[in-house]
């Protein structure tokens, strides 16, 4: 019931339209400096539980968040995304006291077929359709080996996609189910596999490359596993842990789960000691509650799989040694164990291949059907585009 009436609130305020403001979260800001900015006891922060905690820190410069203040300035509720699932909630309580949850974000989402004709480049024809900019880079991501300079005009690309929305703009990218280019008259088909989430032809061939990352350090056992949102039935509220965590004696070496650059290395809120790995394919690897770290790490510095980085400790808001590890792919969080444990496969093999091959073919006849017809029905635009930063293909 709770979560109906803030999100009636939200809307009557933003139907008329002066009270709630959609803000950039600002660099530099962490969730502690944002309570002291509106004079909120931070006892608020140091009572949360150590995953609540951990999701404070999830916050992350630029992300949009939705502010709505009292005529005073006081701040009478906040919501700030931390996830394309969860959010954060600060409001003031009847007793005038200021209390934290989280919230699941209630976006929609739709799934669309179109067909494009290109008069221009995949890029500006997807984009001119859609509205969306994420669509055609995802495209020109998927079709990598081919060469869209000899398209021409009267070849088609189709695209299979669904695309979360809140408050009429995309959230998050959206997830291409199967796409078809054209390229002087040869068609080019990707479908993706739902089952392993990779992209193969019609003939089963994959076509997403296998990135390779290692379990970063020796451990007891697994404290604390990945959870995107979960209602926990007992507290009666939703929880989330954006990462899996490794119990482990203070002091073991932590290793690189992957080549890459430091692209962070110091305090990152109750995450503590921490380090982030850009791995230059859209994942990112996130090492936090250290001891210390290794005395050669430095932010630009290049690593490779296995090189030794830091030690396990308890620092931040910890509960006790271990190591949270979080893996980010193009900004969105996702389960470490799933993309670490993924299997090197460079095509489909027996029954599933088979399976796979007989669905694509239906999924081509619905295509080549709707080209002949001339069915290019027309693309749901969003009323505002993404902002540059929302696109990290």
Sequence with gaps: MKKIIISFLFLINFVFGAEVKELPWPKGETFLTFLEKYSIPQKLYFDLEKEDKELCSEIRAENRYYLYENENGTLNQVLIPVSEEIQLHIYKDIDDTYKFQTLPINYTEFTETIIVPITNSVSYDLQKATGNAAVSAQIKALFNDVNFRGMQKGDNVAVKYSQKVLLGRAHGL????????????????????????????????????????????????????????????????????????????????????????????????????????????????????????????????????????????????????????????????????????????????????????????????????????????????????????????
Excluded: C
């Design 174 to 393: 959206p997830d291409i189910k199967s796409a078809m280019v054209e390229v002087a008259g040869k068609k080019h088909y990707r479908f993706k596999n739902e089952k392993d989430e990779k992209y193969y032809n019609e003939k089963g061939v994959g076509f997403t490359k296998t990135y390779f990352f290692r379990i970063p350090l020796t451990y007891k056992r697994i404290s604390s596993h990945f959870t995107k949102k979960r209602w926990h039935p007992v507290l009666k509220r939703y929880r989330a842990h954006l990462g899996t965590d490794f119990a482990a004696p203070t002091g073991r070496k932590i290793y690189a789960a992957g080549d890459g650059r430091i692209e962070f290395v110091g305090r990152r809120g109750g995450y503590g000691k921490t380090i982030i790995i850009n791995h230059r394919n859209g994942y990112k690897t996130l090492y936090a509650h250290q001891n210390r770290f290794n005395k050669s790490m430095r932010r630009g510095k290049n690593v490779k799989k296995g090189q030794h980085i830091g030690y396990v400790g308890s620092t931040g808001l910890s509960s006790g040694p271990h190591l949270h590890l979080g893996l980010y792919k193009n900004g969105r969080a996702v389960n470490p164990l799933k993309v670490i444990r993924k299997p090197d496969t460079k095509g489909l093999k027996g029954k599933s291949k088979q399976t796979f091959i007989a669905n694509a073919k239906l999924k081509i006849d619905e295509i080549n059907a709707r080209i002949e017809n001339k069915d290019t029905i027309e693309a749901t635009r969003l009323d505002r585009v993404s902002y540059k930063s929302d696109l990290k293909i």
